[in-house]
């Protein structure tokens, strides 16, 4: 069965520092997002993406975030430059198509760890 | 604004016991209704959903139905197993986003 990838599992960087995470989405799917879950607390939507274009963005997708396709195959999200409280699970997802009767596929996370 | 609120865990059961985890919604419309569930070191997995009013959905053994008159999707199953520990998110879906609960972590013993 197609399944979403995500790599690292686990990244850790200092504060200050940029990192990228990388996802690659089911392969016939056209819609992507990007979750985070801070430890203890809710799945919190981040971002979503179609058509090489932002859709839809939550109050916490500030500047420091950014979202590309820069290849067919992988979607990655960048944050600029790291703070403590960017520590979080991070999840990409990908759907088929964006009605709100779509299944959204999640991946396994990266644990981004900021020291 | 759209919200889940599921019952806080953890859980604690006895294997073949019956299971209910209750989860109600707001949400202005009609929403689309999921349960995914996080074993251990995994990611998000989906379990079942409900797109529709009176939808039930299944898998695996367990059942929601789409309640609207009372806003609820809670989660049954019959007989668990000790391999159905893991965390449980009842969820919503508006627009682009999936709206989850805080998850309910479900122990069962031997």
């Known amino acids: 069965e197609p399944e979403v990838t995500q790599t690292p599992s686990h990244q850790v960087t200092q504060m200050g520092q940029e990192v990228i995470l990388r996802c690659v989405p089911i392969?016939?799917?056209?819609?992507f997002y990007w979750y985070r879950q801070i430890l203890g607390q809710k799945v919190e939507f981040l971002v979503s993406f179609y058509n090489n274009e932002i859709s839809e963005k939550s109050e916490i997708f500030d500047d420091q975030f950014s979202v590309e396709r820069p290849d067919g195959s992988n979607f990655t999200l960048k944050i600029r430059s790291t703070k403590l409280e960017d520590s979080a699970m991070y999840f990409c997802?990908?759907?088929?198509?964006?009605?709100?009767?779509?299944?959204?596929?999640f991946g396994p996370g990266t644990r981004l760890t900021v020291l | 604004g759209n919200s889940v609120t599921q019952m806080e865990g953890p859980v604690t059961l006895s294997e073949e016991a019956f299971l209910t985890i209750n989860c109600t919604y707001t949400?202005?419309?009609?929403?689309?209704l999921f349960w995914y569930v996080q074993y251990p070191g995994e990611g998000l997995q989906l379990l079942l959903k409900a797109t529709k009013a009176d939808d039930k959905g299944s898998n695996k053994g367990f059942e929601a139905t789409y309640r609207k008159e009372t806003t609820s999707f809670h989660l049954e199953k019959g007989s668990v197993q000790v391999s159905d520990s893991a965390v449980y998110f009842c969820a919503l879906r508006r627009d682009d986003k999936i709206i989850f609960g805080k998850g309910t972590r479900l122990h069962i013993l031997p």
């Open positions: 949400a202005t419309g009609y929403p689309s």
């Open positions: 997802a990908s759907s088929e198509a964006g009605v709100r009767t779509d299944t959204q596929y």
């Open positions: 392969s016939n799917h056209l819609y």
